[in-house]
Nanobody, 116 residues
Framework: QVQLVESGGGLVQPGGSLRLSCAAS????????MGWYRQAPGKGRERVAS????????VYADSVKGRFTISRDSARNMLLLQMNTLRPGDTAIYCC?????????WGQGTQVTVSS
């Protein structure tokens, strides 16, 4: 069974940091473009960052540019997202997936809440 399992979310104060992890199992995603998505309450899903298999083609949404860093460890079949200088507007459920997103790969995600 192919699974993407996210972890690392939590409650953090504005200005704080979190590091999200996405562990893949059931197959290798080493040749896929991978991305982090998020969905805030009452809003649509937004892609916040993507990284290709060479790790050279990295794209960020304007809303997170300069604050978030995406990386991948192909040997461990993992995708990471370092989030710094978090804002209340970053509050959302964060999920990882391929790009374009594979409907069968959506997991539960990990909740990130930025609040004082």
């Amino acid at each position: 069974q192919v699974q993407l399992v996210e972890s690392g979310g939590g409650l953090v104060q504005p200005g704080g940091s979190l590091r999200l992890s996405c562990a893949a199992s059931g197959r290798s995603f080493s040749t896929y473009i991978m991305g982090w998505y998020r969905q805030a309450p009452g809003k649509g899903r937004e892609r916040v960052a993507s990284i290709d298999w060479t790790k050279r083609d990295i794209v960020y949404a304007d809303s997170v540019k300069g604050r978030f860093t995406i990386s991948r460890d192909s040997a461990r079949n993992m995708l990471l997202l370092q989030m710094n200088t978090l804002r209340p507007g970053d509050t959302a459920i964060y999920c990882c997936n391929t790009i374009p997103a594979g409907s069968k790969y959506w997991g539960q995600g990990t909740q990130v809440t930025v609040s004082s």
